[in-house]
C-alpha cells in the first residue's frame, strides 16, 4: 500500500478508533421530484432545493446509527412547497413539523438512524 504522507495511517475493520480530526464528506445534493429518495450510503449530509410539494420516503442503504442533516430550501421565486415523510421518520410528540414556506427559505432536518426502520428527526427551521 503506498499513502500519500508519512504520516497517514489506515483503520481496520473490527478496530476501536480514535480520531485526530473529524470525519468529513461532502454534502450529497438530492434529485428533486415529486420523490425524494436518499441514498444514506451516498453519504451523511444531503441537500435539496423543493420546486414543489415532495414526499421523503424511506431511504436506501439506511444503516443503524448513521446520523447526518438534510438541508431543504424552498425555491427562490414561490416558497410554499411542502414535504411528507414516510412512516420511518419520527418526529418529537409524534409530528412532522411544517417547513418554513417563505421562498428562499431554509430549513434543517437533523437525523438519527436508531434502526433500519426508525429514523428520529430534530427540524431546525427558517435557519437564516
Known amino acids: 500500500i503506498t499513502l500519500p504522507h508519512a504520516t ?7 478496530v476501536i478508533h480514535s480520531f485526530t480530526i473529524a470525519p468529513r464528506g461532502t454534502v450529497v445534493a438530492l ?5 425524494i429518495t436518499p441514498d444514506f450510503s451516498a453519504g451523511n449530509n444531503f441537500s435539496v432545493s423543493l420546486n414543489g410539494n415532495r414526499t421523503l420516503p424511506h431511504p436506501t442503504n439506511l444503516t443503524a446509527c448513521q446520523s447526518g442533516v438534510i438541508v431543504v430550501t424552498q425555491d427562490a421565486t414561490t416558497g410554499s412547497r411542502t414535504l411528507a415523510f414516510g412512516s420511518e421518520y419520527k418526529f ?3 409530528t412532522a413539523p411544517t417547513l418554513t414556506t417563505t421562498a428562499g427559505a431554509v430549513d434543517v432536518l437533523a437525523y438519527y438512524a436508531e434502526s433500519a426502520t426508525r429514523i428520529t428527526v430534530t427540524a431546525i427551521l427558517n435557519v437564516s
Do not use: S
Open 8 to 14: 497517514t495511517t489506515v483503520a481496520g475493520f473490527g
Open 31 to 35: 434529485t428533486d421530484g415529486a420523490t
Open 92 to 94: 418529537a410528540g409524534g
